[in-house]
């Protein structure tokens, strides 16, 4: 005599909380169901709108890491044409500071090729700054990226959590849930067994052992009584 028992027990345990807004008509008691049934389902539509919010913000990062790109891209080529303008501009102050040596130029005209000379050398340092930033605001662009990547994959798998799918063909053992009931993560739902293989703990005297033993062929028993195969 002996209690027949599955090998396999499957327990639906919620991994979302939220309203149960389906319930597959067949999910009762006894009932043998499919693999791929889909049994429960809880409302998406916060999940839904979760995963909107993390789409945007992440394509939201996306464009800000482009832009920074493509500004510093820019900042690259205006740094080119300002140094190109320095060049120019130190040139002229040294013609005129040798004018002005040889009395072809005035002080005035001397003084002010040198504002503009400084002028545009304060441009290209501050363009050269901006660059130097560049690195640094990149990173934190990059790590805004990742993070709302993260958050974006972290919504997906809750909507996913919303519907309970049947692993494999099982037997329903228990339903703890019905349609509209709101359900609370680590909630149990719904328990099943698989069919394919059952335990049996056998409780058996010695005797109804020395048969099943001798049954199988080629097996001895010891003076405990336990079987041997020779």
């Known amino acids: 005599?002996?209690?027949?028992?599955?090998?396999?027990?499957?327990?639906?345990?919620?991994?979302?909380?939220?309203k149960v807004v389906y319930r597959y008509p067949r999910l009762e008691k006894g009932q043998v169901l499919a693999q791929g049934t889909e049994i429960l389902?809880?409302?998406?539509?916060?999940?839904?709108?979760?995963?909107?919010?993390?789409?945007?913000?992440?394509?939201?990062?996306?464009?800000s890491l482009s832009k920074l790109n493509q500004e510093e891209r820019n900042l690259k080529q205006t740094l080119n044409i300002e140094k190109?303008?320095?060049?120019?501009?130190?040139?002229?102050?040294?013609?005129?500071?040798?004018?002005?040596?040889?009395?072809?130029?005035?002080?005035?005209?001397?003084?002010?090729?040198?504002?503009?000379?400084?002028?545009?050398?304060?441009v290209v340092q501050e363009i050269e700054n901006q660059i130097s930033l560049m690195p640094d605001e990149k990173r934190v662009a990059h790590a805004v990226l990742k993070v709302n990547q993260?958050?974006?994959?972290?919504?997906?798998?809750?909507l996913e959590?919303?519907?309970?799918?049947?692993?494999?063909?099982?037997?329903?053992?228990?339903?703890e849930v019905e349609r509209n009931q709101v359900v609370n993560v680590q909630q149990i739902m719904v328990v099943?067994?698989?069919?394919?293989?059952?335990?049996?703990?056998a409780q058996l005297s010695i005797h109804d052992l020395?048969?099943?033993a001798t049954s199988i062929g080629e097996v001895s028993l010891d003076e405990s009584g336990i079987p041997h195969r020779i």
């Open 1 to 18: 005599f002996g209690k027949v028992s599955p090998k396999v027990e499957w327990k639906a345990i919620a991994e979302v909380s939220g």
């Open 84 to 122: 190109n303008r320095l060049d120019i501009s130190r040139n002229e102050l040294e013609r005129k500071q040798n004018l002005f040596k040889r009395g072809l130029t005035s002080q005035s005209d001397l003084d002010q090729q040198t504002q503009t000379t400084l002028s545009q050398q304060k």
């Open 192 to 201: 099943a067994h698989g069919m394919d293989i059952m335990e049996v703990e």
């Open 41 to 63: 389902r809880i409302d998406p539509l916060d999940y839904e709108l979760k995963l909107t919010q993390a789409e945007a913000d992440l394509q939201s990062s996306k464009i």
């Open 150 to 158: 993260s958050k974006l994959e972290e919504a997906q798998r809750l």
């Open 161 to 175: 959590k919303t519907r309970i799918i049947l692993p494999e063909t099982m037997r329903v053992a228990e339903v």
């Open 210 to 212: 020395q048969t099943l």
